[in-house]
T-cell receptor, first 113, second 115 residues
Framework: GNSVTQMEGPVTLSEEAFLTINCTYTATGYPSLFWYVQYPGEGLQLLLKATKADDKGSNKGFEATYRKETTSFHLEKGSVQVSDSAVYFCALSYPTGANNLFFGTGTRLTVIP | EAGVVQSPRYKIIEKKQPVAFWCNPISGHNTLYWYLQNLGQGPELLIRYENEEAVDDSQLPKDRFSAERLKGVDSTLKIQPAELGDSAVYLC?????????????FGPGTRLTVT
């Protein structure tokens, strides 16, 4: 079946530190991969996505590369800010048919000044 | 542009009582999703609508959960009777279509507490 395994949190970093949140997946075929972010009191928002192997998604300084050989989609940012404090969810969807999302458990990031 | 609107934001009920959640998707979005998010977990799909048709309800516990999307716009998710284990956040999302290329836009959710 389809599943996503995410690095457990919480993660606490100082401002300007480097961020990595690990995500690996299990899926039949070649899914599309996503990172969603949930800021306090707000709904989930799409942060970035990649639809095929070796694609790199990027947004707001965050990046993630679709690695088929390691079935991974790790989220990285070179220098985090206090405003990046949120819960981050890795997700996948089927490559064909309906766009049903399968989410990981989420990783809470806190950035301290 | 207004986002996905959900109400109520919070609901506390006693077990065995009925409860309903309402969702107003982004204007023009044909696809509507209801997700369940338990504490410390990621969202899980309950049901997906294409216009007014429920095209995927395989994960909806039909003995106590029901949903409708009249006229292909607003949607209501109902639980009757509620159980303690139903305490969770219920998320609504919408997208212009059902293909992967379409982003899903999420509402803020309704937090249900069953006592």
């Amino acid at each position: 079946g389809n599943s996503v395994t995410q690095m457990e949190g919480p993660v606490t970093l100082s401002e300007e530190a480097f961020l990595t949140i690990n995500c690996t997946y299990t899926a039949t075929g070649y899914p599309s991969l996503f990172w969603y972010v949930q800021y306090p009191g707000e709904g989930l928002q799409l942060l970035l996505k990649a639809t095929k192997a070796d694609d790199k998604g990027s947004n707001k300084g965050f990046e993630a590369t679709y690695r088929k050989e390691t079935t991974s989609f790790h989220l990285e940012k070179g220098s985090v800010q206090v405003s990046d404090s949120a819960v981050y969810f890795c997700a996948l969807s089927y490559p064909t048919g309906a766009n049903n999302l399968f989410f990981g458990t989420g990783t809470r990031l806190t950035v301290i000044p | 542009e207004a986002g996905v609107v959900q109400s109520p934001r919070y609901k506390i009920i006693e077990k065995k009582q009925p409860v309903a959640f309402w969702c107003n998707p982004i204007s023009g979005h044909n696809t509507l999703y209801w997700y369940l998010q338990n504490l410390g977990q990621g969202p899980e799909l309950l049901i997906r609508y294409e216009n007014e048709e429920a095209v995927d309800d395989s994960q909806l516990p039909k003995d106590r959960f029901s949903a409708e999307r009249l006229k292909g716009v607003d949607s209501t998710l109902k639980i009757q009777p509620a159980e303690l284990g139903d305490s969770a956040v219920y998320l609504c999302a919408s997208s212009p279509g059902d293909r992967v290329s379409y982003e899903q836009y999420f509402g803020p959710g309704t937090r249900l507490t069953v006592t």
